[in-house]
Antibody
Framework: QVQLQESGPGLVKPSQTLSLTCTVSGGSISGGSYYWSWIRQPAGKGLEWIGR???????NYNPSLKSRVTISVHTSKNQFSLNLSSVTAADTAVYYC??????????????WGRGTLVTVSS | QSVLTQPPSVSGAPGQRVTISCTGS?????????VHWYQQFPGTAPKLLIYGNSNRPSGVPDRFSGSKSGTSASLAITGLQAEDEADYYCQSYDSSLSGWVFGGGTKLTVL
């Protein structure tokens, strides 16, 4: 079955760029009708949607992070990545990649990676 | 401050019924967008529990049910079991933000 796995540095210095990759296994990232997303969760807090891309190539970002976020797709590697620039301690969180399926026009996250903790500290 | 509002915590004794509310506004739940629910155990990723307001994915016990009315939605758990102790999150779409939004999460404690 399809599985997602996040990877990347666990420690990033303030003002630098956080870069993570999500590898999709057991299925094609460009197949089907799905959104592929990044979601984060600071310790002890709730979930925050970061952004998404659709298999057609369309990308959308959370307005609160839009100026700092880029999501890229690497179809040949069946991966998608997250770049978050100018990080601060407030960006310390567990970062999840997730797949969104849909029923009609509404989308929900039916598949999640295990998450990876990224700490922003000097 | 989350766009969708959930109570921080709820509790119930084994066998009882508990409900978790998720309150939104006219730009999300009230606009007709569906509500979805996730269950999260400590140290693990969230898991889809209810989609499209009231649908259960395969494998989710029918003790879990969802409903939606107006600008709010609810998750009900009947026959509460110790293994239900977890955090629960609601999620929907917000047209003013043009993106997906989550509730702040509710911690369920089984007494």
């Amino acid at each position: 079955q399809v599985q997602l796995q996040e990877s990347g540095p666990g420690l990033v210095k303030p003002s630098q760029t956080l870069s993570l990759t999500c590898t999709v296994s057991g299925g094609s990232i460009s197949g089907g009708s799905y959104y592929w997303s990044w979601i984060r969760q600071p310790a002890g807090k709730g979930l925050e949607w970061i952004g998404r891309f659709y298999t057609s190539g369309t990308t959308n970002y959370n307005p609160s992070l839009k100026s700092r976020v880029t999501i890229s797709v690497h179809t040949s590697k069946n991966q998608f990545s997250l770049n978050l620039s100018s990080v601060t301690a407030a960006d310390t969180a567990v970062y999840y990649c997730a797949r969104a399926g849909h029923q009609g026009l509404d989308w929900y996250f039916d598949l999640w990676g295990r998450g990876t903790l990224v700490t922003v500290s000097s | 401050q989350s766009v969708l509002t959930q109570p921080p915590s709820v509790s119930g004794a084994p066998g009882q019924r508990v409900t978790i509310s998720c309150t939104g506004s006219s730009s999300n739940i009230g606009a007709g967008y569906d509500v979805h629910w996730y269950q999260q155990f400590p140290g693990t990723a969230p898991k889809l529990l209810i989609y499209g307001n009231s649908n259960r994915p395969s494998g989710v016990p029918d003790r879990f049910s969802g409903s939606k009315s107006g600008t709010s939605a609810s998750l009900a758990i009947t026959g509460l079991q110790a293994e239900d102790e977890a955090d629960y999150y609601c999620q929907s779409y917000d047209s003013s933000l043009s993106g997906w939004v989550f509730g702040g999460g509710t911690k369920l404690t089984v007494l």
